[in-house]
């Protein structure tokens, strides 16, 4: 078994999902500190970032994770792949969220054991549901089973397995833009009214630069082992709040419509356990709300500008 050193400059770190939007954040993050980081994605990706190498593959397939992490040898993996994260209750979604979310992190789980690794860090999420009561989506279905299969390689085949429960992120670089701040924010600086429900859902959000590192300062950890570890503020603001701020910040005149979309049913109310938190990893949150949504806000910003700009010059 590979034991994890203090520091991770020189360290082989595998990031799956490191094109999106927690991954590509993570990876630069890692490479800034002197890793040696390997991003895998399911399509050719050719930008060479500084200490990034890229490999091509779908992690749904065993023989393909298999040869993957047998070449790399990571000292540390960080899976964060996955497929539709918005936790629509939509049974459409059940087969793919199984594909994606689920056997790619058992495939990883398993292909680790058979070569030994230091540390792996799974994705796991706020939408998870309390013990014993049922999940709401196909999504914190396969969350859920995560958290089994976590257990399973910890405690029986004595893998350094540690679930990172992320809470909502936010920041600049999210592409998914049907999420609730991609959404209002374009929404706001294109002079459109956001269509949302009521707004009344509490939630706890957290800025990319803490949440990167929080799961940097989980991969080196000492004792978090078959542990599940809250990264989140430990604060809820709800999703009106929010869109009020985002509103103030960007000085749109838009109006955002609430109530013109039904609430999901079984909404999870989770706030991170920050105190257990900060006492396993010394890591805590450090950007306020107001802070993160204006440095989000200039990224929207920015690029619808450079977007009319390209079109102007076209
Ligand atoms: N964002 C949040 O607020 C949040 C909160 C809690 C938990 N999480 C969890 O954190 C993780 C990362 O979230 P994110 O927001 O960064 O997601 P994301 O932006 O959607 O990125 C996930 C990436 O996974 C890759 N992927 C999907 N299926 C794959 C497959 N079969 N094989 C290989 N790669 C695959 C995709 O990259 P390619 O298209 O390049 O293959 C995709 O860009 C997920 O597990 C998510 O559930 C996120």
Redesign the pocket.
């Known amino acids: 078994m590979l034991t994890l050193s203090s520091t991770l400059a020189g360290m082989r770190i595998l990031v799956?999902?490191?094109?999106?939007?927690?991954?590509?954040h993570l990876c630069r993050s890692l490479s800034d500190t002197g890793a040696e980081v390997h991003g895998?994605?399911?399509?050719p990706?050719t930008g060479v970032e500084k200490g990034l190498r890229w490999w091509q593959?779908?992690?749904?397939d065993p023989a393909i994770v298999r040869e993957l992490i047998s070449t790399v040898k990571p000292e540390i993996i960080f899976?964060?792949?996955?497929?539709?994260?918005r936790a629509n209750r939509d049974v459409n979604l059940v087969l793919p969220i199984f594909?994606?979310?689920l056997?790619?992190a058992v495939n990883v789980l398993t292909a680790a054991t058979e070569t030994g690794c230091g540390r792996i860090v799974l994705?796991?999420?706020?939408?998870e549901p309390e013990p014993g009561a049922p999940p709401s989506s196909p999504?914190a279905a396969a969350?859920v089973a995560i958290q089994a299969y976590a257990q399973l390689f910890h405690r029986i085949f004595q893998m350094p397995v540690v679930v990172a429960?992320?809470?909502?992120?936010?920041g600049p670089g999210?592409?998914?833009v049907q999420?609730l701040i991609p959404y209002v924010t374009l929404s706001l600086l294109q002079g459109q009214g956001p269509k949302l429900s009521s707004g009344q859902r509490l939630v706890d959000w957290?800025y990319i630069d803490d949440l990167v590192e929080g799961l940097t300062a989980l991969a080196q950890a000492p004792d978090v082992e078959g542990c599940t570890v809250d990264l989140g503020s430990g604060f809820l603001v709800s999703v009106r709040a929010v869109v009020q701020e985002l509103v103030r910040l960007t000085g749109s005149t838009a109006e955002p419509v609430f109530g013109a979309i039904q609430e999901r049913p079984m909404e999870q109310l989770r706030t991170a356990k920050v105190n257990e938190t900060y006492s396993q990893t010394g890591w805590k949150v450090r950007t306020p709300l107001e802070k993160g949504l204006s440095q989000t806000i200039d990224w929207y910003r920015a690029r619808l500008t450079s977007e009319v700009s390209r079109a102007t010059s076209a």
């Not at 895998?40 to 399509?43: C, E, F, Y």
């Not at 994705?123 to 939408?127: E, I």
């Not at 429960?165 to 936010?170: E, G, Q, S, T, V």
């Open positions: 799956t999902g490191a094109s999106g939007f927690i991954g590509s895998v994605s399911r399509v990706r593959g779908d992690l749904a899976h964060l792949a996955a497929g539709d994260t594909r994606d979310n056997s790619t994705a796991g999420s706020l939408d999504y969350k429960r992320m809470f909502m992120a936010y999210q592409e998914a999420k957290i």
